[in-house]
C-alpha cells in the first residue's frame, strides 16, 4: 500500500527559529514527486514546495528546504527563520500511480504553530 | 483569475437532501480531482477525471456522483445527504506531466 506517515500531529517553534516537520512514505515505485502543502486556517491548500524523486540534489524555496533521503524514503521539511504567519497545517503528500491511474495520497499532517 | 474556482464555499442542508458542489479551472489542466477532508483533516481522493474520462473512483458511495460536462469543469452531486457526509471538499486540476495540484478553496458542507 501507498502510504505517508507524519510522526508529528503538533509542533510549536518560536517567531525567527528554525523547525522541521519530518514525514517518511512507502511506494515500490522509483519514480515519483514528493510535495508538502500548507494549509492555513483559512483552508485554502497551498504548495510550498516539490520534489522528483529521480534528483538527489534537495529542494529549496526561499525560507522552506527540504531534506530527501530515498534510501530511508524519508522527506523532512525545514522552515527558517519562522514567521507567524507560517501557522498552519502542513501535509507531506506524494503523487503514486499504483493500479495505472495517478493520484496525490497525503499523510495525516502536521499543526505547525509559530509563537511570538 | 481565480486559478480553481468552487461554489458554494459554504453548504449547510438537511439530512436526506440533494446537492450539488461545482468546480470550474481556467488553467487548460486536463485532469481534475475531488478529494474529501475529514474532521480531522485527513484528505483523501474520491475521484479523478482526465478529459472528461472517469479515471478514478475510489470506493465513495454511489450516492456522490461526479460529471464533467468539458474539461475545464468536474462538478459533485450528492444524493440524500448523511451526517457522515460533512466535510471539507476539495476540487483540483493538474496538467499533463506537471505534478504541481492546484486546489481550490474549498467547500465546507455541513448535513444537520
Known amino acids: 500500500a501507498q502510504t505517508v506517515t507524519q510522526s508529528q500531529p503538533e509542533m510549536s517553534v518560536q517567531e525567527a527559529e528554525t523547525v522541521t516537520l519530518s514525514c517518511t512514505y512507502d511506494t515500490s515505485e522509483n519514480n515519483y514527486y514528493l510535495f508538502w502543502y500548507k494549509q492555513p486556517p483559512s483552508r485554502q491548500m497551498i504548495l510550498v514546495i516539490r520534489?522528483?524523486?529521480?534528483?538527489?540534489q534537495n529542494a529549496t524555496e526561499n525560507r522552506f528546504s527540504v531534506n530527501f533521503q530515498k534510501a530511508a524514503k524519508s522527506f523532512s521539511l525545514k522552515i527558517s527563520d519562522s514567521q507567524l504567519g507560517d501557522t498552519a497545517m502542513y501535509f507531506c503528500a506524494f503523487v503514486t500511480t499504483q493500479g495505472g491511474s495517478e493520484k496525490l495520497v497525503f499523510g495525516k499532517g502536521t499543526k505547525l504553530t509559530v509563537n511570538p | 483569475d481565480t486559478a480553481v474556482s468552487q461554489t458554494p464555499k459554504y453548504l449547510v442542508t438537511q439530512m436526506g437532501n440533494d446537492k450539488s458542489i461545482k468546480c470550474e479551472q481556467n488553467?487548460?489542466?486536463?485532469?481534475m480531482y475531488w478529494y474529501k477532508q475529514d474532521s480531522k483533516k485527513f484528505l483523501k481522493i474520491m475521484f479523478s477525471y482526465n478529459n472528461k474520462e472517469l479515471i478514478i473512483n475510489e470506493t465513495v458511495p454511489n450516492r456522490f456522483s461526479p460529471k464533467s460536462p468539458d474539461k475545464a469543469h468536474l462538478n459533485l452531486h450528492i444524493n440524500s445527504l448523511e451526517l457522515g457526509d460533512s466535510a471539507v471538499y476539495f476540487c483540483?486540476?493538474?496538467?499533463?506531466?506537471?505534478?504541481?495540484?492546484?486546489f481550490g478553496s474549498g467547500t465546507r458542507l455541513t448535513v444537520v
Open positions: 483540483a486540476s493538474r496538467h499533463g506531466t506537471n505534478y504541481g495540484y492546484t
Open positions: 520534489q522528483e524523486a529521480y534528483k538527489q
Open positions: 488553467l487548460g489542466h486536463d485532469t
